[in-house]
């Protein structure tokens, strides 16, 4: 039998594109036939070696004035709640992150982290504070508290970084990214579907 292919999902709980590829990759996989592989990670170690000290859509603002009403319009279409921006953007997304990245292997991950980013753009809290992860872990009936400080630990401080670097290596500069099992890269929610043909083996012509 062979082997299903897979796509890994690279996100930042801070990325309002992330969350709209958070609430529908599942679906969208499924139906491709393609697992997927939730890897998060923090952009602002790469978005720092770029020289940006924020997101690209503070520095230029028209962009950003655009991409909040792209990710309306997006949220409307996927029958998500009407966007709610968090008073501040991007969130510090760190002890989020952390908790993810110790729960990687873990059935708990991905309603984690959809709930991290509803959280966030669905209810325009803020989640950037230990409490508030804690809170969210709590409500999927976890121990928020425990998790928390365990996550705050060395050795999984270490796999953030670790992750971090991997991401760089890879070629990643930014979130959501979708990366094929060949390596083949993929940038940006409105890629979600060809990432997913390339998963299956279905290319464009005169692209190996």
């Known amino acids: 039998m062979a082997r299903q292919p897979t796509l890994e999902f690279w996100y930042e709980f801070a990325s309002s594109y992330s969350y709209l590829a958070a ?10 036939g393609v697992a997927v592989r939730w890897r998060p990670f923090l952009v602002g170690p790469l978005f720092a070696s770029q020289g940006w000290t924020t997101s690209p859509f503070n520095l230029y603002p028209a962009k950003g004035k655009n991409m909040w009403r792209d990710v309306e319009r997006e949220a409307a279409r996927l029958g998500l709640p009407p966007l709610t921006r968090p008073a501040q953007f991007p969130q510090n997304s760190l002890s989020a992150v952390r908790a993810a990245i ?35 872990l709590d409500s999927l009936g976890l121990d928020g508290t425990q998790t928390v400080r365990a996550a705050a630990g060395e050795a999984n401080k270490t796999r953030l970084r670790v992750a971090v670097e991997e991401a760089r290596s890879r070629g990643i500069y930014g979130a959501p990214t979708f990366l094929a099992d060949d390596g083949e890269l993929f ?17 464009p012509a005169g692209i190996r």
């Open 23 to 32: 609430m529908r990759i599942e679906a969208a996989a499924e139906a491709a």
């Open 102 to 136: 110790y729960g990687h292997d873990q059935d708990w991950l991905v309603p984690f982290s959809k709930a991290v980013f509803t959280a966030s753009f669905a209810e325009g809290r803020s989640i950037a504070e230990p409490a508030a992860v804690v809170e969210i």
């Open 187 to 203: 940038w940006g929610n409105d890629r979600l579907e060809q990432a997913l043909a390339w998963a299956v083996g279905d290319r």
